[in-house]
């Protein structure tokens, strides 16, 4: 075993016009690194759910979360890596510094001299907004980005350089109920597709100030009729009628505060919510609340588990903007079918949501583990990935076959053995140990 928790310092802080950077160690907490920086008015964007994480794991995992949707996930943040290898040397990465050449070979010289040549895997990731399935690739990739989601299966990474923007100023919030799934879905077409202009608009060199006061979501999540009825426990308040919800937040400033709210209220009420049964938030306090009620699901499930002592059979897929309503409609139809009880949730701005297969005894959990498979092989047939955030690690090992073929696993391998030649780092995780041998 292999502990980072001492490596815990913040070392540095600088501050630029867009924001700033800050060096920090792997082993921060990352609700220490988010307190600190809120403290300097300074935001680090990657938000994953469970902020007791250290900030070395998120970027092994490439780690995302509600903000993703306007902000990207972790990747887009890390500018240096400071990683171990398994040998024991060190090597420091800046972005820019280092690429794959035209054949999708990389070269690296470590300290001692001694150079790491290997060639990237030859497949194309998946088109979508989210994925953590295997290796990054792509033409002429910074050799960064390659450690970056590798789920610590290259090296070990024992301190970062990220990015940071400036801290919003005002957040508007709300979880919007809807007595149609039908509504709800249109709602959420139209808030991500104004959320994108909005965001084009901003871009560009030609833009208005007034032309920029528009919907631009930093988050948008879902929660389907069995959420809300695991929720209900703990919050008797949600509607009975509702047929599911969005949570949605934006950032917004003092001046244009109200006028944003406006514009959700009106797309909210064109598209026939619950408004007037639904909770809005503006300020810290009362949106804390509403983080928590998002947060709340997975630990009644867990402990719902926990008394059926089984384990939940989890999606984590993503699919392009054009084939997401028919992945919903798979999903539902199929589970419908079934006695299973689930819930549905998740990134649904991005097209991620996560199905939870609740299994009641071990006869539902084989049925589960068969339908998990089915859902696989369909976003792999609809352009989708595996995995959107939570990665392969080993439990889902056997599963990115269905998405790149052996022949790619075997590639990967061979790109692990090129910096981990024992294969002593992150063991069984990606692809099984004998693909090593």
Not at 6 to 31: C, F
Request: aromatic letters at 8%; one cysteine or more; glycine letters at 8%.
């Amino acid at each position: 075993m292999l502990a980072t928790d001492r490596l815990n310092k913040v070392k540095s802080l600088v501050r630029d016009d867009r924001g700033g950077s800050a060096v920090a160690e792997a082993g921060v907490r990352l609700v220490d690194f988010q307190g600190f920086l809120d403290t300097e008015d300074l935001l680090y964007p990657p938000d994953p759910t469970e902020h007791t994480c250290f900030l070395g794991g998120t970027v092994a995992t490439n780690a995302s979360g509600a903000r993703t949707f306007k902000y990207g996930p972790t990747r887009k943040y890390v500018q240096r890596l400071k990683i171990a290898l398994a040998g024991g040397e060190l090597v420091d990465l800046r972005r820019g510094d280092h690429r794959a050449d035209e054949s999708g070979m990389i070269r690296l010289t470590l300290p001692s001299g001694r150079v790491i040549e290997a060639r990237l895997p030859q497949y194309c990731m998946p088109q979508v907004r989210k994925n953590a399935s295997g290796y990054y690739v792509a033409p002429r990739m910074d050799v960064l980005d390659l450690f970056i989601g590798s789920e610590g299966t290259l090296g070990v990474i024992v301190e970062v350089e990220v990015g940071l923007i400036a801290k919003p100023k005002e957040l508007i919030s709300g979880i919007v109920f809807f007595a149609s799934e039908e509504k709800l879905l249109s709602f959420v077409r139209e808030a991500r597709e104004r959320s994108l202009r909005s965001r084009e608009r901003a871009a560009s060199p030609n833009r208005h100030d007034s032309e920029d006061l528009d919907i631009d979501a930093r988050a948008l999540e879902y929660f389907d009729d069995e959420s809300l009825r695991f929720l209900r426990q703990k919050y008797p308040a949600v509607p009975a009628n509702a047929a599911g919800a969005i949570f949605f937040e934006q950032e917004a400033q003092a001046d244009s505060e109200d006028l944003l709210m406006a514009r959700w209220l009106w797309l909210l009420e064109n598209t026939e919510a619950l408004v007037d049964d639904s909770w809005f938030a503006a300020n810290e306090p009362d949106q804390a609340k509403l983080r928590e009620f998002r947060h709340q699901l997975p630990v009644l499930m867990n402990e719902w588990f926990a008394g059926h002592r089984q384990r939940k059979v989890s999606t984590d897929m993503a699919l392009p903007d054009q084939n997401f309503a028919e992945m919903m409609r798979f999903y539902k139809r199929t589970l419908s079918a079934t006695e299973l009880r689930y819930t549905i949730f998740g990134h649904i701005g991005d097209n991620h949501v996560h199905v939870n297969i609740l299994p009641r005894d071990d006869q539902e959990a084989r049925e589960a583990r068969d339908i998990y498979l089915a859902f696989i092989r369909q976003a792999v047939a609809l352009g989708g990935t595996i995995s959107a955030e939570h990665g392969i690690g080993k439990l889902k090992r056997e599963y990115l076959r269905e998405l790149y073929g052996e022949e790619h696993l075997r590639a990967m391998a061979s790109l692990k053995h090129a910096f981990d030649p024992a294969g002593i780092l992150g063991r069984g995780n990606i692809f099984p140990e004998d693909y090593l041998s």
